[in-house]
């Protein structure tokens, strides 16, 4: 008689099934990698790392909800933190992650690395389904990665993001562009020429189907006056095509603002709205 040899994952499919039927807290994420460094991100224990050959680090919170839900901001984690939610996430229970890499614009390449870094978390004991942080061009990672990978993503907070690289670096409409970007980020998908770049028809606003299919609630806080990635060009034409597919998705204004200052003031509104999706108990 064959005997089938239990492997790990079998360990956590059990453990998500007795938390799923008894309501108990699964038990608390473990990080402790390699050569890793330990020190403090807006007062909590933050573990920073090599992976892959790439930086990285992750979060604790003090005291971690049920199912062990995480924010991933996708770029610029140290831009205006205390207006862009994770602290304030960090506070209530969820992880906080972070993997460098460069600037690629959400390239094929770098999508990969991301599902790596995804599985590489959740095989330690984080939730399936992360929450997102895209800001600016942080954006194209967020919503690519999530159209990519449906069932990795949960929610997605985008902040001024990018949503078209024709819009920006591109510079094809009505914002300033970025020539070099642009140059680079060419390079990144590995395109013969512009024109292959402006006939792709892999950028998020392309592509938001299968996010609506996976039921990905999506919050975006614009400046309406921001001219370097006009959100006339980005997330309201994912606002409005979002819709049209039956996906949730909220736009938080900010009249007269530009590209910077990211996030809000206050930001609790994007707050309230990434802990009611994300976080699976609230499903």
């Known amino acids: 008689m064959m005997t089938q040899s239990f492997r790990p994952q079998h360990w956590?499919?059990?453990?998500?099934?007795?938390?799923?039927?008894?309501?108990?807290?699964?038990?608390?994420?473990?990080?402790?990698?390699?050569?890793?460094?330990?020190?403090?991100?807006?007062?909590?224990?933050?573990?920073?790392?090599?992976?892959?050959?790439?930086?990285?680090?992750?979060?604790?919170?003090?005291?971690?909800?049920?199912?062990?839900?995480?924010?991933?901001?996708?770029?610029?984690?140290?831009?205006f933190p205390q207006r862009c939610a994770a602290p304030q996430l960090l506070e209530a229970g969820f992880h906080h992650a972070f993997l460098d890499v460069g600037n690629s614009f959400g390239s094929p390449a770098a999508i990969s690395q991301l599902k790596a870094f995804h599985d590489e978390l959740v095989g330690r004991g984080l939730a399936d389904r992360a929450a997102l942080i895209g800001i600016s061009r942080g954006g194209l990672y967020a919503q690519r990665y999530a159209a990519e990978h449906p069932s990795d993503v949960v929610t997605i907070y985008g902040d001024n993001p990018v949503c078209d690289f024709k819009s920006w670096p591109g510079g094809k409409g009505s914002g300033r562009g970025s020539p070099k970007d642009w140059t680079a980020c060419l390079a990144a998908y590995g395109f013969p020429d512009e024109a292959a770049a402006l006939a792709y028809q892999g950028n998020p606003?392309?592509?938001?189907?299968?996010?609506?299919?996976?039921?990905?609630?999506?919050?975006?806080?614009?400046?309406?006056?921001?001219?370097?990635?006009?959100?006339?060009?980005?997330?309201?034409?994912?606002?409005?095509?979002?819709?049209?597919?039956?996906?949730?998705?909220?736009?938080?204004?900010?009249?007269?603002?530009?590209?910077?200052?990211?996030?809000?003031?206050?930001p609790q509104p994007v707050v309230d709205f990434l802990i009611e999706h994300g976080v699976p108990d609230k499903r």
């Open 12 to 79: 956590l499919l059990l453990l998500v099934v007795s938390w799923a039927v008894t309501g108990l807290p699964l038990p608390a994420a473990e990080f402790a990698f390699p050569n890793e460094t330990i020190d403090s991100w807006h007062g909590h224990q933050r573990h920073v790392f090599n992976f892959e050959g790439r930086s990285a680090w992750v979060v604790e919170p003090k005291k971690p909800l049920p199912g062990n839900p995480w924010s991933w901001c996708m770029m610029f984690p140290n831009a």
């Open 205 to 266: 606003i392309d592509t938001l189907k299968p996010l609506a299919a996976a039921g990905i609630a999506m919050v975006h806080v614009v400046g309406d006056s921001d001219d370097v990635v006009p959100p006339a060009e980005n997330a309201l034409i994912v606002e409005q095509r979002y819709r049209k597919l039956g996906g949730e998705i909220l736009v938080i204004h900010k009249p007269g603002e530009g590209h910077h200052p990211h996030g809000l003031a206050d």
